[in-house]
């Protein structure tokens, strides 16, 4: 008899992108009426992942995908674009699927875009691939003054791994004050929304990262403390391995050595070992 296979984690969106998502939270709260946001992607994959959390967080959605098959008209698109109208935004995918090219579809756009809004009294969430945000910019140039705001969700070049063992610390001083506002933004963000989820974690992982680089251990402490009590009711090992190890770089930076080692060697190693992610597993050796 096999044996079952084990529950996969709950899909969570990549760290590098809480930001956006952070951003685009704070401009759709509450708003009811035509909003254009375009949300730029490089892997198709991992847009309807991000689609589908975003439906997660920010409420009921309709999402709009377009299918070369079809062959759909703007009338029709604009249609589907207003079903349903007491959910909350439409995600729109598949400009680059238009069956007659995407300089036609964009034309159309421009072209309709006070038909566009009217039919569409909600925030509309446009998908484009990021190698097409110029020409959306060019080609519907009067639709894209109507923007209010990109949202950045590309993924790094094959071969360039971000992740989150190895946190960004220092830095220019020059950029001291912007890390100062995102500190107070998130801040703001976690005073507002209790941490409870993987994305929660990996926002107090960033305030401590911002907060270390600005000098401010104690601080950043509390921030990777609360990080370790939230992913304590969480099943994410990965997260809570990663989180005690930056725990364990301010007990290193205290001089506490003898608890770093042993947070490194109980808590860190054994976990990424089991998961077979040789990539953690070199970094924290290397500690």
């Known amino acids: 008899m096999t044996a079952p296979a084990e529950p996969r984690p709950a899909w969570t969106l990549r760290s590098e ?15 009811r009426s035509f909003t254009l946001c375009f949300l730029t992607f490089s892997d198709s994959v991992y847009r309807d992942e991000v689609a589908g959390f975003l439906e997660g967080r920010l409420g009921p959605h309709i999402r709009v995908a377009i299918d070369p098959v079809e062959r759909i008209g703007t009338e029709e698109l604009f249609d589907r674009l207003r079903v349903d109208l007491r959910s ?23 072209q309709r875009r006070e038909a566009l809004a009217e039919r569409c009294p909600r925030p509309l969430l446009v998908w484009v691939l990021s190698g097409n945000l110029k020409k ?18 590309t993924l790094p070049p094959t071969g ?9 610390i220092g830095g220019p001083a020059e950029f001291a004050p912007e890390r100062q506002a995102r500190i ?7 005073a507002r929304h209790p941490p409870s989820d993987p994305t929660d974690v990996d926002l107090l992982l960033d305030l401590g990262d911002l907060q270390r680089s600005l000098g401010d251990v104690d601080e950043a402490e509390s921030a ?40 490194l060697t109980e808590e860190q190693l054994p976990v990424f070992e089991k998961l077979g992610d040789a990539h953690a597993l070199a970094i924290t050796r290397g500690r």
Do not use: C, K
Not at 17 to 25: E, I, K, M, N, Y
């Open 17 to 31: 992108h809480s930001g956006a998502f952070l951003r685009l939270q704070r401009m759709l709260n509450g708003r």
């Open 88 to 110: 909350g935004p439409a995600q729109l995918t598949g400009l680059e699927s238009w069956p007659e090219g995407l300089d036609d579809l964009l034309g159309r756009l421009n």
């Open 136 to 153: 959306v910019a060019t080609r519907a140039a009067d639709l894209w003054d109507w923007r209010s705001g990109v949202f950045d969700f």
């Open 160 to 168: 360039i791994r971000t992740d989150r063992h190895q946190p960004h």
């Open 184 to 190: 107070e933004r998130l801040q703001e963000h976690l």
């Open 224 to 263: 990777y403390s609360r990080a370790l009590e939230t992913v304590a009711r969480l099943d994410d090992p990965r997260r809570r391995a990663i989180t005690y190890g930056r725990i364990a770089d301010i007990l290193h930076e205290r001089g506490q050595l003898d608890e770093a080692l042993r947070i």
